[in-house]
């Protein structure tokens, strides 16, 4: 595994200004670049805000590069953000692992959108996978997107059937339509299932400041908070500062409801782990493996790749024993899940 780290990121960033200094102008050869100019099959993931080690959305896309490694014999190739970084930073780092050769080029979150969308356009024969967005569209785009609000919704007929106090929190890590999914599906959850239940929402951070996704600081204050203010079970969707929360919460002896990697099994959070009452979960890892592997077959994924409740793309994760023996819980989630499929219960996607 070929792993670019913030500060090689910043190296590569520096070798680029210094051929663009020495270039006499026009268009450089490597930019129309296609991954055939290498003879080693490569596949590239450009990590999210939090980076590798989150327990949540970037491990997720880890694992299917990591999956696709050993099922597909490639080599994989990872690039991490920097803090603070500018929309060039991200032009660059997809930039440089298409001229590397990496076929597909994945950006792990909507925030690659505009990136792509100019990177996309110089390596044509280049797949790009778009994770979390579909307002950035191309021939050698696959916009890998799931159905949030579905997993999210029962999520909070879990949390709505587990609550005692009938006090129930959301926090969110950026206040942005993707999160806003999430809060929407959850609260519908809780409401559909118990009426008079309250749910507290709080979002970390507002644009442009995306810290509420990396900071488990910021996590832990939000939910030590609504604990204070009567919650009994709390559902994150904060990415890294989502392990605060949750950290927050198994501590005071509360249910955490984790997000997008099954949170109960990441080893940074085992400490916490029985505390953790389930996981809505996103099929990251399989998108991921799943575009890699249409790259090698021949037949690159392009356009909207949708992942529901229907396929088994989002859910909720029963690794929690206490959650598993819960029978009337288990009950209710699954008969929300079937009247989602079979269109009985339309779930929002906007508070």
């Known amino acids: 595994m070929r792993r670019i780290t913030r500060i090689a990121t910043v190296g590569l960033a520096s070798a680029a200004l210094a ?6 102008g026009g268009k450089k050869s490597s930019d129309t670049a296609s991954s055939t100019d290498s003879a080693e099959k490569s596949a590239a993931i450009a990590y999210d805000i939090g980076g590798r080690g989150d327990q949540s959305f970037n491990d997720a896309a880890f694992a299917g590069l990591e999956k696709a490694e050993k099922d597909l014999k490639i080599k994989g190739a990872e690039a991490e953000p920097t803090e ?6 991200k032009v660059q780092r997809l930039t440089e692992l298409a001229r590397k050769g990496n076929n597909p080029v994945i950006g792990v979150g909507f925030a690659y959108a505009p990136a792509i969308k100019k990177v996309a356009a110089k390596f044509p024969n280049t797949t790009f996978g778009l994770i979390d967005d579909t307002s950035v569209t191309d021939k050698n785009i696959a916009n890998l997107v799931f159905n949030e609000e579905q997993g999210s919704y029962l999520a909070g007929v879990a949390a709505a059937k587990t ?9 969110g890590g950026v ?20 009426p008079n239940a309250k749910v507290l929402s709080t979002y970390l951070t507002q644009p442009p400041d995306f810290s509420g996704f990396a900071k488990p600081d910021l996590g832990k204050a939000a939910a030590k908070g609504q604990l204070d203010n009567g919650a009994d079970v709390i559902y994150s969707a ?3 500062a989502g392990s605060g929360a949750i950290e927050a919460t198994a501590t005071a002896g509360k249910w955490a409801i984790g997000v997008d990697s099954d949170q109960y099994n990441q080893a940074g959070l085992a400490k ?21 592997k249409s790259v090698q077959d021949g037949k690159p994924q392009t356009g909207e790749v949708r992942y529901g409740l229907d396929t088994n793309g989002v859910g909720l994760a029963p690794s929690n024993p206490e959650y598993k023996n819960m029978a009337d819980v288990q009950a209710a989630v699954e008969k929300a899940k079937a009247d989602i499929i079979a269109k009985k219960i339309t779930v929002k996607t906007a508070p």
């Open 19 to 24: 051929l663009s200094a020495t270039a006499c």
């Open 84 to 89: 603070g970084e500018s929309e060039a930073d």
């Open 163 to 171: 609550s005692k106090s009938g006090t129930i929190g959301f926090i």
């Open 175 to 194: 206040e942005v339509p993707l999160i806003k999914k999430f809060e929407a599906g959850f609260t519908q959850g809780v409401k559909d299932t118990n």
């Open 238 to 240: 904060a990415g890294l």
């Open 272 to 292: 916490y782990k029985d505390k953790i009452l389930t996981s809505v979960t996103k099929d990251v890892s399989g998108a991921v493996y799943n575009l890699i």
